[in-house]
């Protein structure tokens, strides 16, 4: 079974923005720190920005300013909202979840493809 189901993906122009969700099922998603990660092509998957069950953020120096993550944990849905979007930004984005609150668990979704062209 996969908790994590990421939406949002698609072709932006640069500059543009792009809404990324994650809804996550079968877990209690409230003690999880979720993550948002990407991979482009020939490239090692990278952090792009995590929340913890606290609501602090991280976020990678790349998008900082750019993005924003979010969660909801009433509808256990985490956001990545994506702004200011540039070519280099082009990657599968997949969403993780990690906690450590009973023993330690850690999902990931599918992935989502964001291209950023013009």
């Known amino acids: 079974q996969v908790p994590l189901v990421e939406t949002g993906g698609g072709l932006v122009q640069p500059g543009g923005s792009l809404r990324l969700s994650c809804a996550a099922s079968?877990?209690?998603?409230?003690?999880?720190?979720m993550g948002w990660y990407r991979q482009a092509p020939g490239k090692q998957r990278e952090l792009v920005a995590r929340?913890?069950?606290?609501?602090?953020?991280v976020y990678a120096d790349s998008v900082k300013g750019r993005f924003t993550i979010s969660r909801d944990n009433v509808n256990n849905t985490v956001y990545l909202q994506m702004n200011s979007l540039k070519p280099e930004d082009t990657a599968v984005y997949y969403c993780?979840?990690?906690?450590?609150?009973?023993?330690?668990?850690?999902?990931w979704g599918q992935g989502t493809q964001v291209t950023v062209s013009s």
């Open positions: 079968g877990i209690i998603f409230s003690v999880y720190t």
């Open positions: 929340i913890f069950s606290s609501d602090s953020t």
């Open positions: 993780n979840a990690e906690t450590h609150y009973f023993s330690y668990a850690n999902y």
